[in-house]
């Protein structure tokens, strides 16, 4: 069903569900993942049942520590941050534990986990609230970081992310919720660190990630009379 349009929290839902009936030792947990308006994780706890789908307290020091330790015993969580911004009073598990375990063991100490994380501003949430810290993860030796702009690398690359055996840090700004595309209903996987050209241009390359692509993509047709934008996500 290639026509299929969906959203990217749709996308992002379907990738849960696909790889939780795929994998048995695929968890989630987070603040109010089993809402009913948390459409990225709506449903999952009535699907898969409280076992591996579980809510947690307000306090991120406690469930990200608790997604390391179970990612260390062989299971592969997936712990949802509802903002990026209280990742901070996290960093010494995001940083020296998710980060770093991998290279203290000597490769001895696997930590398959995805810490997904919603990031931006546009909501009128304030400054502690919309940032957009995906430059500090990408710093941190052993981490991944993705940061998917469109509902069909959202569903591939959440994927390939709970897939991978190395910790992933899985950015979803805000605004692209909503936001609707074309994606396969069938699983499929979209590798890492592999560029894709959303226009060709040969004047200017504008290189960026998330919703800044779909911002460039709009800068870009406003500007072609003018120049011909590259825009590269």
Request: overall charge negative; hydrophobic content about 40%; cysteine-free.
């Amino acid at each position: 069903m290639a026509d299929r349009i969906i959203t990217y929290s749709d996308a992002i839902n379907e990738a849960h569900r696909q790889e939780m009936e795929r994998d048995p030792n695929v968890i989630l947990f987070g603040e109010n993942v089993s809402s009913s308006w948390r459409g990225a994780t709506k449903g999952l706890k009535e699907r898969f049942g409280r076992e591996r789908v579980r809510d947690t307290p307000i306090t991120e020091t406690s469930f990200i520590g608790m997604g390391v330790g179970a990612a260390i015993r062989g299971l592969r969580p997936i712990v949802e941050l509802m903002l990026v911004d209280f990742g901070l009073v996290a960093m010494d598990q995001i940083l020296n534990q998710m980060a770093k375990s991998t290279y203290m063991s000597g490769g001895a100490v696997r930590v398959p986990m995805v810490l997904r994380a919603s990031y931006g501003a546009g909501t009128s949430s304030g400054a502690t609230h919309s940032e957009s810290l995906y430059s500090i993860f990408a710093h941190m030796p052993g981490m991944k970081v993705v940061v998917p702009s469109n509902p069909y690398d959202a569903k591939g690359l959440l994927i390939t992310a709970i897939r991978d055996d190395n910790p992933v840090v899985f950015m979803e700004h805000r605004l692209l919720g909503r936001a609707k595309g074309h994606v396969p209903e069938e699983p499929y996987a979209v590798p890492f660190g592999v560029a894709n050209m959303m226009r060709e241009g040969s004047d200017i390359t504008v290189v960026a990630t998330g919703n800044m692509v779909n911002m460039a993509i709009e800068a870009a047709d406003e500007l072609k009379k003018e120049a011909s934008v590259e825009v590269m996500d």
